[in-house]
């Protein structure tokens, strides 16, 4: 069942159940919407494997032989990035910060857990659903110095659900899990009370290793919840009922102050008269979407750093691309390269993606070729837009007529 929500700027949700759960929230009042921005700090450098390894993992896909060995000897080599500088907390206006990192392998946005608020930087994630943290329930050895630990104990307004749990498995070796409980959950000015929040008890090496990030707070659909008995709703899900418009939008500009917005569409965000829709195939969970004839249904994921689509395409793009090598390894080319325009189908629209956004970062050789932003699933049934389409694409998230819109940024 759907479960009622709160008022302007606070909201309440509850785990969905058949039967009536032991919690209640407050009653709607009026409509509210938020603004999200980002900023970029200083950071180590891209390592277009890792993405691509991230991606392959994330949806489950068979990975090229070699591509985990040669993952691990790039980051043996990689040189170390700048400190990680904690975000600052969000302002009464209902603006908050969102910070990118690893030069924008993803975004993350700080988020307050608890009564008194605990702010922890989470990575806004539209390829998954369900919000879970980093806490002091883990085993020493993964909390780490330079990563913030949501302690639920110290939040009054925790309580623990029992016999709940959750399983996030992004592939072989990237997964999540642990117990569930429920607290308040403010991002900007928008409150939910009685939100889903999954306490990690165990996590990969993938997560390990990324101490820029807290947790995911997920922006997919209740199906690809990953939590037991009962699937609960996305952060997104449970207050949209309260928005003035039950959309979400990424405007991720490459080089540009960006932002999230929750509840309306900035006109001023894009160019062009209009924004060019195409249906979502929610089944699954994620904001899914058809391409040109006889290619893969696609993913928007904020989650993801790369292109990664069929091979035809690739090879397509690639032909165009004057001394690039491909392996099993994936696609690189001279650094020096003037890359070419990328057209790309996105239902019924065509996008332009800018070629300087293609290419993702030099490889770790010593013979000055850099990774592609592109890279090949292998033909194995999925496109995944990662953030290089979101730095290109004004992006609308439409819950109610469960279609999702593009348009070049302005």
């Not at 070796?173 to 607290?183: Q, T």
């Not at 409150?191 to 807290?214: E, H, P, R, W």
């Not at 894009?270 to 904001?287: A, D, F």
């Not at 395409?313 to 691309?321: G, I, P």
Request: glycine content about 10%; hydrophobic content about 35%; proline content about 5%.
């Amino acid at each position: 069942m759907h479960l009622p929500l709160s008022s302007s700027l606070i909201f309440t949700c509850l785990l969905l159940s058949s039967s009536a759960a032991p919690w209640s929230g407050r009653e709607p009042s009026e409509k509210a919407y938020s603004k999200i921005n980002r900023h970029r700090i200083a950071s180590s450098p891209r390592n277009g494997l890792a993405a691509l390894n991230k991606a392959y993992e994330k949806f489950g896909l068979q990975k090229p032989d070699g591509l985990p060995a040669a993952v691990v000897s790039a980051q043996s080599v990689s040189s170390s990035g700048e400190p990680k500088e904690k975000v600052a907390s969000g302002s009464a206006s209902g603006e908050v910060s969102a910070t990118g990192v690893m030069n924008n392998i993803e975004y993350i946005c700080p988020v307050t857990i608890g009564t008194p608020g605990q702010v922890l930087n989470l990575n806004f994630d539209t390829g998954s659903t369900d919000l879970w943290v980093f806490n002091t329930a883990m085993p020493a050895e993964d909390k780490q110095a330079d990563r913030t630990i949501f302690n639920p104990y110290a939040s009054r307004s925790y309580e623990n659900v029992t016999g709940y749990t959750y399983y996030t498995s992004y592939g072989d070796l990237s997964e999540s899990y642990g117990f569930v409980g429920v607290d308040t959950v403010k991002v900007g000015g928008l409150t939910v009370f009685n939100q889903a929040v999954g306490l990690a008890t165990a996590v990969s090496d993938d997560f390990q290793s990324d101490t820029y990030a807290d947790g995911i707070l997920g922006l997919g659909f209740v199906f690809n919840s990953k939590i037991l008995p009962v699937k609960q709703h996305s952060f997104f899900e449970n207050i949209k009922g309260k928005l003035l418009a039950h959309v979400f939008t990424a405007n991720l500009k490459k080089g540009s102050l960006g932002n999230y917005q929750f509840g309306f569409i900035d006109n001023t965000a894009y160019r062009g008269n209009e924004i060019h829709y195409t249906p979502v195939n929610e089944v699954n969970g994620t904001w899914a979407f058809s391409t040109s004839a006889g290619h893969s249904p696609a993913i928007a994921d904020t989650g993801s750093s790369l292109l990664v689509l069929d091979e035809d395409l690739v090879k397509a793009y690639y032909q165009k691309v004057p001394k690039h090598v491909t392996d099993q390894q994936g696609y690189t080319f001279p650094c020096d390269t003037k890359l070419p325009d990328l057209e790309i189908q996105l239902g019924s629209y065509t996008a332009t993606i800018a070629g300087s956004l293609l290419n993702y970062a030099p490889t770790t050789d010593a013979n000055h070729y850099c990774y592609g932003g592109i890279q090949s699933n292998n033909n194995q049934g999925i496109n995944i837009f990662g953030d290089i389409m979101f730095e290109s694409q004004f992006v609308v998230f439409d819950y109610d007529n469960t279609r999702i819109g593009f348009a070049p940024h302005a």
